[in-house]
């Protein structure tokens, strides 16, 4: 393991919740309230770089707002993410393209937000297509795709434009059985360069203990233990199972 790829230090983040009783109690009234939900409540863990971590929770725990927040689609509402100027890709459904653009768009577009010049993404495009098995798909508007669809060109984006941090939430279990074990053996061969550091979201254990160095469960948005791998997930099998 190498120097530190990843501080959250006393990360809180809240959703506001608007709340009416009715329309007519809003307009006649004019009354309504505003509750916060608190999604990650006084998080604090590091990730060393090259480290594998992965990341287990209830549905509902903060898993996906927090791997959101480390990729900085939206900042903590209390304490600090500092990613110490490595480059972080975010790897999950539903995030990041443009429905009416193609798929071979939305990989300039995706690669360009990343960082990548134009041509350094264009240099990946083929590699990139074919690993997704989009064929002809690929210049149709990905609004048109299916959940596997998508799900295997965010895939290949993420996996052929490598960057220093890799956020993983759950597209390692999308699509079918064959390209499932194609993403796990792409994602098994960038795991071990040392200098690539990974966040896993999952519900598989196997995969995570295949794969990961430490696993942090996360109940309720707040830490209930990290440490190691079998331990962790020891622990939280037999509190999914009371």
């Not at 064929?135 to 434009?161: C, H, N, Q, W």
């Not at 203990?209 to 109940?219: F, Q, Y």
Request: one cysteine or more.
């Amino acid at each position: 393991m190498g120097e530190c790829a990843i501080d959250v230090k006393n990360v809180s983040i809240y959703y506001r919740i608007l709340n009416g009783t009715s329309v007519r109690k809003s307009v006649w009234e004019k009354k309504q309230r505003n509750l916060m939900h608190k999604a990650i409540k006084g998080l604090s863990f590091s990730v060393n770089s090259g480290e594998v971590l992965g990341i287990v929770g209830k549905n509902g725990s903060g898993k996906s707002t927090l791997l959101r927040s480390i990729a900085g689609i939206f900042a903590p509402n209390e304490g600090v993410i500092d990613l110490h100027g490595h480059t972080v890709s975010l790897m999950a459904l539903g995030i990041g393209f443009i429905d009416r653009l193609s798929g071979r768009e939305n990989i300039v577009l995706s690669g360009m937000l990343l960082g990548f010049t134009e041509q350094e993404v264009e240099d990946k495009v083929q590699e990139i297509i074919d690993f997704s098995e989009l064929g002809e798909f690929i210049d149709r508007p990905v609004a048109t795709y299916s959940s596997g669809m998508y799900s295997k060109l965010a895939f290949a984006i993420t996996a052929m434009l490598e960057t220093d941090i890799m956020l993983v939430d759950e597209v390692l279990s999308v699509g079918d059985s064959r390209f499932q074990q194609k993403s796990f053996t792409k994602m098994r061969d960038l795991i071990m360069d040392v200098n690539t550091t990974v966040l896993i979201v999952s519900h598989s254990m196997e995969t995570l203990k295949e794969l990961c160095d430490r696993i942090l469960w996360i109940h309720d948005g707040a830490m209930q233990e990290i440490g190691e791998t079998e331990l962790v997930l020891q622990h939280y099998a037999e509190f999914m199972n009371c």
